[in-house]
């Protein structure tokens, strides 16, 4: 793999997104990561971004244009979350909170990142969710309702992309062992929702980040506006 594989990560800075960056190191390629936290990874640089305002969206493509000649791929692993509530205690507030992060700010982060892809035939893989193809087990219709939208999003721009050679794709993981997750789900609660999965298990963040690089590799030359069901038989797209 040529160190010049370099591939941006929005969301980088922990989970799903966090172990695609170390993963993708390993394999050799050149990961940056981009997040509202600060963190630092051995070996890996790191950008701060806040995905809900289109300033900084911005400034951060304009900062790593400065940096780097080129940009191969992108991988949008933003996303946030509220427990589920009855649609009588629907909050505004809320709605705009997650739609703001994980709709809108997955779009200006292709708007801005863009150019880059199209100058390199670059690939794009967004992170969306089990929640997307069936329902939530733990959070709002918010969540479900922006990664529905997401997916509609990754079939319209392979369309209007493909005569541009930029490929862009999805992966749909289930449940998935984060922090995020662990934290704020008993053990109690993650048994019961294991025992609903055909294998038997939550997955592991570095099996995500396997299909993810599947579809950023190189040799993936015609496969765009797909969906890869990462969520250990829950749905079944045989």
């Avoid at 993963?23 to 806040?50: H, M, Q």
């Avoid at 990664?147 to 079939?155: D, E, N, P």
Wanted: proline share 3%; with cysteine; glycine share 10%.
């Amino acid at each position: 793999m040529s160190e010049s594989n370099r591939v941006i990560i929005v969301g980088g800075t922990s989970g799903i997104g966090l172990a695609t960056a170390k993963y993708l190191k390993n394999r050799g390629y050149e990961p940056i990561v981009a997040g509202r936290r600060s963190v630092n990874i051995e070996g890996i640089a790191t950008f701060n971004v806040d995905v809900r305002s289109e300033e900084s969206v911005a400034n951060l493509f304009s900062v790593l244009q400065g940096h780097y000649n080129d940009i191969n791929a992108l991988v949008y692993a933003v996303g946030i979350a509220f427990p589920k509530k009855s649609i009588e205690d629907f909050d505004k507030n809320s709605w705009n909170n997650i739609i703001g992060t994980n709709v809108t700010g997955a779009l200006l982060t292709l708007k801005y990142s863009f150019d880059a892809l199209k100058k390199n035939r670059g690939r794009v893989v967004i992170v969306n969710s089990l929640a997307a193809r069936h329902c939530s087990e733990l959070s709002g219709m918010e969540y479900t309702v922006s990664k529905a939208a997401l997916g509609g999003l990754v079939r319209q721009l392979s369309i209007e992309w493909a005569p541009d050679n930029v490929l862009i794709n999805s992966v749909y993981p289930g449940m998935t062992m984060t922090p995020m997750l662990t934290e704020s789900v008993s053990k109690d609660k993650l048994m019961k929702i294991e025992g609903k999965i055909p294998l038997g298990r939550i997955a592991r963040p570095e099996e995500i980040a396997r299909a993810i690089e599947f579809l950023i590799n190189p040799e993936n030359t015609y496969m765009t506006g797909i969906g890869i069901d990462a969520c250990g038989g829950q749905y079944l797209n045989g």
